[in-house]
């Protein structure tokens, strides 16, 4: 078959199956995405954020040998719990997805290669939605993994009473719901910062302002704090930490949301900005020398 | 008017960046065949061909590329190929990659993309080095392995921003005939080019533009005619220099008739230039003079540009 033909029988194909045309070319720019994003120097600093908690637990099971009684556990679940709700949900997600999300069409534009991706015949929302499912695909797996290694190294360490607590008691229990909010602060931090870097040239000083946001939400009503990130995944974890310092005194405690709805809030806050971004897409011109 | 299927039409169109003008009310339509955009540098050459492949988007008007606009992308692309002067590519890819995986992206599966990438490399002459990094490439290799990635899904309008820059005299000639070969098939070639003695050799038509405006745009001879203010310069070899030159100069519209220093040859100034081949003829019928050889002087892109634009038609 000539080229000529091949391209005529691949026009035809999209015509009938618009659909699967947008599927399959989703599929190759989640490929080339990953490939350009995850595996490659520029991200070494997110390697560390995720895996920065990793190197300390493992460098306490290696070092510190006491403290290695059962009845430590309820104690190092806390901890546990601290690692995932303070550092990853509030800092190590926030930050990575802010690397990896804004680089997604701001790297391009920076390394003057966007104009291939506006070049061929992919609609530009499809564009938004591959970009977003690698950038889903790195910060998820990154991030999986590091919670799950935090979670082996905490409960490792107590032996045998570790194992029991994992399997027999409320461990793994424990642990799905950790992934499943990892996995949700991914998207929903992603989908924010992708729509960021559409809206502003430099997306550093909105998501401060977004880091700040997250962070004061707590004192303001309730109906404000349904407006963040970390209100939902609170929901989602397993284990309450106990407020303190001098932000408790002012939180504002709002009733807490079911499973479902938390979960659903999250995807719908993700879909809506995601919305959002396939319309800002339109936006963009290449001037590469403007930006 | 309305858009034609075969052409690409220009309406009106403008682009301002901020206060800065970009192009002002263009509006051309242009049949297949090869066009060349000449101007100088900053004249709005590639902000013509981005506006037309929809990089960027008009400020006003509109622009319709076979009754297709790039609010279409999925058509739109499919028969557009863009060889941009963006000396930019993908980190870490290599020459068969960045042309294998945008036609994925255009639906095909591997096998086909995969016979489209070498016929591509093939056509474009990189296919010995189609394995290599990119970032290891020459300028010319650069510049031909993005021909070939503009080349490579077979598109019905292929534009091109200064492809002949880098390119050796090889390369250079390769390029050209691939460019007359594809505007053989029919289809739209546009290329912006600085080098006017090689826009000349392949060009259909020529868009002449200054400082954001399309000061001409037609067929090189079309062009030449409309350019009043310089008349048209013809050489006539002939057996009689002194007696045409006589002859010439009791015609109005005659300007100047010079016998050069070979003393057979008179290079004629003049405002007709039909009028003035009738009269040739005339004297050849009559037997007075024989004539060797009659040729246009300054019909070309490098005396258009001259003429309207105003310098030697160096670098645009």
Same mark, same amino acid.
């Given at each position: 078959?000539?080229?000529?033909?091949?391209?005529?029988?691949?026009?035809?194909?999209?015509?009938?199956?618009?659909?699967?045309?947008?599927?399959?070319?989703?599929?190759?720019?989640?490929?080339?995405?990953?490939?350009?994003?995850?595996?490659?120097?520029?991200?070494?600093?997110?390697?560390?954020?995720?895996?920065?908690?990793?190197?300390?637990?493992?460098?306490?099971?290696?070092?510190? *040998?006491?403290?290695?009684?059962?009845?430590?556990?309820?104690?190092?679940?806390?901890?546990?719990?601290?690692?995932?709700?303070?550092?990853?949900?509030?800092?190590?997600?926030?930050?990575?997805?802010?690397?990896?999300?804004?680089?997604?069409?701001?790297?391009?534009?920076?390394?003057?290669?966007?104009?291939?991706?506006? !070049?061929?015949?992919?609609?530009?929302?499809?564009?938004?939605?591959?970009?977003?499912? %690698?950038?889903? +695909?790195?910060?998820?797996?990154?991030?999986?993994?590091?919670?799950?290694?935090?979670?082996?190294?905490?409960?490792? *360490?107590?032996?045998?009473?570790?194992?029991?607590?994992?399997?027999?008691?409320?461990?793994?229990?424990?642990?799905?719901?950790?992934?499943?909010?990892?996995?949700?602060?991914?998207?929903?931090?992603?989908?924010?910062?992708?729509?960021?870097?559409?809206?502003?040239?430099?997306?550093?000083?909105?998501?401060?302002?977004?880091?700040?946001?997250?962070?004061?939400?707590? +004192?303001?009503?309730?109906?404000?704090?349904?407006?963040?990130?970390?209100?939902?995944?609170?929901?989602?974890?397993?284990?309450?930490?106990?407020?303190?310092?001098?932000?408790?005194?002012?939180?504002?405690?709002?009733?807490?949301?079911?499973?479902?709805?938390?979960?659903?809030?999250?995807?719908?806050?993700?879909?809506?900005?995601?919305?959002?971004?396939?319309?800002?897409?339109?936006?963009?011109?290449?001037?590469?020398?403007?930006? | 008017?309305?858009?034609?299927?075969?052409?690409?039409?220009?309406?009106?169109?403008?682009?301002?960046?901020?206060?800065?003008?970009?192009?002002?009310?263009?509006?051309?339509?242009?049949?297949?065949?090869?066009?060349?955009?000449?101007?100088?540098?900053?004249?709005?050459?590639?902000?013509?061909?981005?506006?037309?492949?929809?990089?960027?988007?008009?400020?006003?008007?509109?622009?319709?590329?076979?009754?297709?606009?790039?609010?279409?992308?999925?058509?739109?692309?499919?028969?557009?190929?863009?060889?941009?002067?963006?000396?930019?590519?993908?980190?870490?890819?290599?020459?068969?990659?960045?042309?294998?995986?945008?036609?994925? !992206?255009?639906?095909?599966?591997?096998?086909?993309? %995969?016979?489209?990438?070498?016929?591509? !490399?093939?056509?474009?002459?990189?296919?010995?080095?189609?394995?290599?990094?990119?970032?290891?490439?020459?300028?010319?290799?650069?510049?031909?392995?993005?021909?070939?990635?503009?080349? %490579?899904?077979?598109?019905?309008? !292929?534009?091109?921003?200064?492809?002949?820059?880098?390119?050796?005299?090889?390369?250079?000639?390769?390029?050209?005939?691939?460019?007359?070969?594809?505007?053989?098939?029919?289809?739209?070639?546009?290329?912006?080019?600085?080098?006017?003695?090689?826009?000349?050799?392949?060009?259909?038509?020529?868009?002449?533009?200054?400082?954001?405006?399309?000061?001409?745009?037609?067929?090189?001879?079309?062009?030449?005619?409309?350019?009043?203010?310089?008349?048209?310069?013809?050489?006539?070899?002939?057996?009689?220099?002194?007696?045409? %030159?006589?002859?010439?100069?009791?015609?109005?519209?005659?300007?100047?008739?010079?016998?050069?220093?070979?003393?057979?040859?008179?290079?004629?100034?003049?405002?007709?230039?039909?009028?003035?081949?009738?009269?040739?003829?005339?004297?050849?019928?009559?037997?007075?003079?024989?004539?060797?050889?009659?040729?246009?002087?300054?019909?070309?892109?490098?005396?258009?540009?001259?003429?309207? +634009?105003?310098?030697?038609?160096?670098?645009?």
């Amino acid at each position: 078959m000539s080229a000529q033909n091949l391209a005529a029988q691949a026009q035809k194909w999209t015509k009938e199956q618009p659909w699967r045309l947008y599927a399959s070319q989703i599929t190759v720019l989640v490929r080339n995405e990953v490939r350009r994003n995850l595996f490659t120097r520029r991200r070494i600093w997110v390697y560390l954020l995720a895996l920065i908690p990793v190197l300390l637990l493992l460098g306490h099971n290696v070092f510190d *040998r006491s403290n290695r009684d059962a009845s430590q556990i309820d104690n190092d679940t806390v901890v546990l719990a601290g690692i995932i709700q303070l550092y990853y949900f509030r800092l190590g997600i926030f930050f990575a997805c802010m690397g990896i999300f804004t680089w997604l069409f701001r790297g391009e534009i920076v390394e003057r290669t966007l104009h291939y991706q506006f !070049l061929v015949p992919v609609r530009k929302e499809v564009l938004v939605v591959g970009k977003f499912l %690698a950038g889903a +695909i790195i910060s998820i797996l990154l991030f999986e993994t590091a919670v799950i290694a935090c979670f082996y190294l905490t409960y490792t *360490r107590f032996g045998s009473a570790g194992t029991f607590y994992v399997f027999n008691g409320p461990g793994l229990g424990q642990l799905g719901p950790y992934c499943l909010a990892t996995a949700l602060a991914c998207v929903g931090y992603g989908a924010l910062f992708l729509a960021l870097s559409l809206l502003f040239k430099n997306p550093i000083v909105p998501g401060a302002l977004l880091l700040g946001w997250e962070t004061i939400a707590p +004192i303001f009503p309730a109906w404000a704090q349904r407006l963040t990130v970390t209100f939902y995944l609170k929901d989602l974890c397993p284990v309450i930490l106990p407020s303190s310092g001098p932000m408790a005194i002012f939180t504002v405690v709002a009733e807490p949301v079911s499973l479902f709805v938390a979960v659903i809030g999250l995807l719908c806050l993700a879909v809506a900005v995601l919305v959002l971004s396939c319309f800002l897409i339109h936006r963009i011109e290449i001037t590469y020398t403007a930006e | 008017m309305t858009p034609g299927a075969r052409q690409i039409v220009f309406e009106n169109v403008s682009k301002f960046y901020g206060e800065v003008l970009g192009v002002n009310k263009v509006s051309f339509s242009l049949e297949p065949g090869i066009t060349s955009l000449v101007g100088p540098n900053g004249s709005g050459k590639t902000t013509l061909m981005n506006l037309l492949t929809g990089l960027i988007k008009p400020s006003h008007g509109s622009i319709h590329v076979l009754g297709l606009t790039t609010r279409q992308p999925v058509e739109f692309f499919r028969q557009v190929g863009y060889c941009t002067q963006f000396d930019s590519f993908p980190p870490g890819t290599n020459g068969y990659d960045f042309i294998y995986w945008p036609l994925r !992206l255009h639906g095909f599966a591997h096998d086909q993309a %995969a016979k489209l990438t070498n016929e591509a !490399l093939e056509r474009a002459g990189m296919a010995q080095v189609a394995r290599r990094k990119v970032a290891g490439y020459s300028k010319g290799m650069r510049q031909r392995i993005r021909l070939a990635q503009a080349i %490579a899904h077979h598109p019905s309008v !292929l534009v091109l921003d200064e492809p002949l820059n880098g390119l050796d005299p090889m390369a250079r000639a390769e390029s050209i005939a691939l460019f007359q070969a594809i505007a053989k098939q029919g289809m739209h070639v546009i290329i912006s080019s600085h080098i006017l003695e090689e826009v000349d050799r392949i060009s259909d038509r020529v868009v002449l533009m200054s400082s954001g405006y399309v000061v001409a745009e037609g067929q090189i001879r079309e062009v030449r005619r409309e350019v009043r203010d310089h008349p048209m310069q013809i050489l006539v070899r002939c057996s009689n220099a002194a007696k045409l %030159a006589s002859a010439a100069f009791e015609l109005d519209h005659v300007v100047e008739a010079k016998i050069l220093t070979d003393g057979q040859s008179v290079l004629v100034r003049t405002r007709d230039s039909e009028q003035f081949y009738l009269l040739l003829n005339k004297i050849v019928s009559a037997g007075l003079l024989d004539v060797d050889a009659v040729a246009p002087a300054d019909d070309d892109v490098n005396s258009i540009y001259q003429y309207l +634009i105003g310098s030697d038609g160096g670098p645009a």
